[in-house]
């Protein structure tokens, strides 16, 4: 039994050897350090001038967005302006005279039988 519990001791120092459990960390020398730094300066500047390029391509969408919005809501409000015209010319208001129509054939088909036409 000894030699196996050996053999699994020496896999789980190996293994936590490769982790890094053990390990003696790497003494990092002043000119890595100073390679590290400039690669951090030169990624952080690149990500800040992609997050501004992002953001004013965002604001310029939004703007032409807005302009669009504000076309539509300008030729609603002329064809709105239109129709209310061309209602007027009609004779009044054709929705109240509908809905009087409206009630003027259910009135008539509750005495009249399925089918049938309303009785005036």
Not at 48 to 69: D, F, G, M, P
């Amino acid at each position: 039994l000894v030699p196996v519990e050996l053999a699994v001791e020496e896999l789980i120092e190996d293994y936590d050897r490769r982790r890094g459990k053990h390990a003696v960390p790497k003494p990092v020398s002043s000119q890595n350090l100073i390679r590290r730094r400039e690669q951090n300066r030169i990624s952080q500047r690149t990500f800040r001038e992609k997050r501004a390029q992002q953001v004013a391509e965002l604001e310029e969408k939004l703007r032409s967005l807005e302009e669009n919005y504000n076309e539509l809501l300008r030729s609603h409000e002329a064809l709105q302006l239109e129709v209310n015209a061309a209602m007027k010319l009609l004779g009044g208001n054709t929705k109240e005279k509908s809905e009087e129509d409206r009630s003027e054939r259910h009135i008539g088909n509750v005495d009249s039988q399925p089918g049938e036409e309303a009785k005036f």
